[in-house]
């Protein structure tokens, strides 16, 4: 089943506001997240990343920040601008010991930004 | 270069066809993935190459057949397709070391089964 979930599917914030979005991941074993950025007719774009023994990592504009307590994941993004319109989705990937493993994905939250 | 590039862009094939799917990178990565995404999902694995051997299969059924020439390349090869299987292919790759999980991934091929 899933294990990575997204709050709200739909996030509508006035430009140039703060954007949070949500992610609720289900297991406590995953030590690494991955936020990506999807426009219309591409492919997914990596945003930021976070290992399980980090609780907040910052880029440029954006925020990571992670509860394992409640295994809660948030991406914030500073200064909301036209350009930041798309699907984002949080991605968990739970290291196996064998190498490279998959990415597990969250149902994704559209960000629609209001002039 | 950090790009991954995958032809073609757009593919439509009837039930009784054989076609191929291509992707690409020249980043030196050792990881591969094959990810299937429909519309207004999130993507979902399918199949993942380390060091160009088959390591992962999520339960993919057989009319859809990966494999990687070598390490610059991946294929995914497709036969008898059901109109179901139409979506949105994306490959992804990434250096394959262990614990590292930054994936690449490509613009992904828009397949349309009739």
């Known amino acids: 089943g899933e294990s990575v979930g997204l709050h709200l599917p739909t996030l509508s914030v006035q430009e140039g506001d703060n954007s949070i979005i949500n992610c609720a991941y289900s297991n406590s074993a995953s030590d690494y997240f991955i936020w990506y950025k999807q426009e219309s007719g591409k492919g997914p774009q990596f945003i930021i990343d976070?290992?399980?023994?980090?609780d907040k990592r910052q880029g440029q504009r954006v925020t990571v920040l992670l509860n394992k307590t409640v295994k809660h994941l948030s991406l914030q993004i500073a200064a909301t601008q036209p350009g930041d319109s798309a699907v984002y989705f949080c991605a968990e990937n739970m290291y196996s010991g064998g190498g490279a493993d998959g990415l597990t994905f969250g149902k994704g939250t559209h960000l629609i930004i209001q002039p | 270069d950090t790009e991954v590039t995958q032809t073609p862009k757009h593919l439509v094939m009837g039930m009784t066809n054989k076609k191929s799917l291509k992707c690409e990178q020249h980043m030196g990565h050792r990881a591969m993935y094959w990810y299937k995404q429909k519309a207004k999902k999130p993507p979902e694995l399918m199949f993942v190459y380390s060091y160009e051997k088959l390591s992962i299969n999520e339960s993919v059924p057989s009319r859809f057949s990966p494999e990687c020439p070598n390490s610059s390349l991946l294929n995914l090869h497709l036969h008898a397709l059901q109109p179901e299987d139409s979506a949105l292919y994306l490959c992804?790759?990434?250096?394959?070391?262990?614990?590292?999980?930054?994936?690449?991934f490509g613009p992904g091929t828009r397949l349309t089964v009739t």
């Open positions: 992804a790759s990434s250096q394959g070391l262990a614990g590292v999980g930054e994936q690449y």
């Open positions: 976070i290992r399980s023994n980090m």
